[in-house]
């Protein structure tokens, strides 16, 4: 069975400083990876995935995740973090070889940035 | 960017009552879905639909709810008879293509309180 971990529910960072936000996976074979925030009251915005490749994504924002297939996580970071970049910050998972249409998410970790 | 949209963004209704969520999917996409989010949980896979026809269910997606697609632009999830526990925030999503590499476009979601 698929599964997301998300070990830290908040994360606090000063203005500035770089930022890590922690995810860890379980699946079947090889997974499919994303990143997904979300500001109060709106839906879930895609970040960043990771399919194949290049084990470090990039994506918007500035945000870039590095895939680590032998610690099975895909931590997500920044170098600098902002302000706006506080919001609810969601992990999730899917299987090339499970349903076609089936994502798994993390339980999310709460990032605040403080000015 | 082409957006999902979601209506209403609040639906109050009385257990037992029926209840209909609407959302317009982004034009060119073809296959759509519904997640949930009770309030400081998780969000929930709950059903995906392509072609006028469910993909896939989790098991939180019971004889109670049901999807639609009743014309060319709305996709709708109907909770029948709603209990308490029905109470989250609902989203609806959906890709282009098919496959879990795909990343989905949330709506800003529908929340649902059940009194």
């Known amino acids: 069975a698929q599964s997301v971990a998300q070990p830290e529910d908040q994360v606090n960072v000063a203005e500035g400083n770089p930022l890590t936000v922690k995810c860890t996976y379980s699946?079947?074979?090889?997974?499919?990876l994303f990143w997904y925030v979300q500001y109060p009251n709106r839906g879930l915005q895609f970040l960043l995935k990771y399919i194949t490749g290049d084990n470090l994504v990039k994506g918007s924002y500035g945000f870039e995740a590095e895939f680590n297939k032998s610690q099975t996580s895909f931590h997500l970071k920044k170098p600098s973090a902002l302000v706006s970049d506080s919001a609810l910050y969601f992990c999730a998972v899917s299987s090339r070889y499970s349903s076609a249409s089936k994502i798994i998410f993390g339980s999310g970790t709460r990032l605040s940035i403080r000015p | 960017e082409p957006e999902v949209t979601q209506t209403p963004s609040h639906q109050v209704t009385q257990m037992g009552q029926e209840v209909i969520l609407r959302c317009v999917p982004i034009s060119n996409h073809l296959y759509f879905y519904w997640y949930r989010q009770i309030l400081g949980q998780k969000v929930e896979f709950l059903v995906s639909f392509y072609n006028n026809e469910i993909s896939e269910k989790s098991e939180i997606f019971d004889d109670q709810f049901s999807v639609e697609r009743p014309d060319g632009s709305n996709f709708t999830l109907k909770i029948r008879s709603t209990k308490l526990e029905d109470s989250a925030m609902y989203f609806c999503?959906?890709?282009?293509?098919?496959?879990?590499?795909?990343?989905?476009?949330f709506g800003d979601g529908t929340r649902l309180s059940i009194l």
């Open positions: 999503a959906s890709t282009e293509g098919a496959g879990n590499n795909q990343p989905q476009h």
């Open positions: 699946v079947s074979g090889n997974p499919y």
